[in-house]
């Protein structure tokens, strides 16, 4: 998914000014079940006023393993109630983590290694906003590593926000991830002009996937 249309029909990201978030915030465009799309009021905080990195890596890992995602900090969600009018909505931020801090969140609690997500502040009626704008990840599935047991947490997006996936939820990512990565191979080989025969592999419904591990010649244990 191309993230910059959900702002400007023609602006990348970068080229964006205050004026056109401010546009997109006071029309609302978007659709309200928008899975690319989160708001925020702040920053989440833990109690002693340190940041919940957790809360916010879980975007950025949960966000890389769909198509990307946009998180917008300094407006609510009641965005998304047509009875709340503009610019009620726009709280603004009190305060913000560095560039500097998120990208190092990022490189040390995101795994595998992962783009760092495209960072700008913006000025809405007066209120300061930061967007957040995260790609799609090439090599997925991501999770979140807590120090210093580094135990791995996976994250996905939904309706409802970002959900942290179950044991059998983790290894169908795992496949999806294997399916879609063959799949790229195969077109590049397509293209490259190379005779790439198609797989007649196909992930199951069930959790079983020991047709799936036999044909591929793997073990998932």
């Known amino acids: 998914m191309d993230l910059n249309r959900i702002f400007h029909d023609t602006k990348t990201f970068a080229e964006l000014l205050d004026e056109d978030i401010e546009k997109f915030l006071s029309e609302r465009r978007f659709r309200h079940e928008h899975l690319n799309l989160e708001f925020k009021r702040q920053f989440p905080l833990r109690v002693g006023g340190r940041y919940d990195i957790i809360d916010i890596c ?7 393993n769909e198509e990307g995602g946009v998180v917008i ?12 009018p503009y610019p009620a909505y726009v709280t603004g931020l009190s305060q913000a983590p560095s560039i500097e801090d998120l990208s190092q969140w990022v490189t040390q609690r995101v795994t595998p290694l992962v783009q760092s997500p ?9 209120k300061d906003v930061v967007i957040l704008k995260i790609p799609e990840g090439v090599n997925r599935p991501y999770a979140y590593t807590e120090p210093p047991s580094n135990s791995l947490t996976f994250f996905t997006k939904t309706a409802g ?11 169908e990512l795992y496949w999806s991830a294997i399916i879609q990565q063959a799949d790229h191979i195969m077109r590049a080989g397509i293209l490259r002009g190379m005779d790439v025969p198609r797989p007649a ?11 799936l591990e036999n044909s591929a010649g793997l073990g998932l244990h």
């Open 58 to 64: 879980k975007y950025i890992a949960g966000f890389s």
């Open 118 to 126: 495209a960072v700008r502040w913006f000025k809405v009626n007066g």
């Open 201 to 211: 592999v196909t992930c199951p419904a069930s959790s079983d996937h020991s047709d």
């Open 73 to 84: 900090y300094g407006v609510a969600d009641s965005i998304k109630d047509p009875n709340t």
């Open 161 to 171: 926000g970002m959900k942290e996936l179950k044991s059998d939820e983790v290894k």
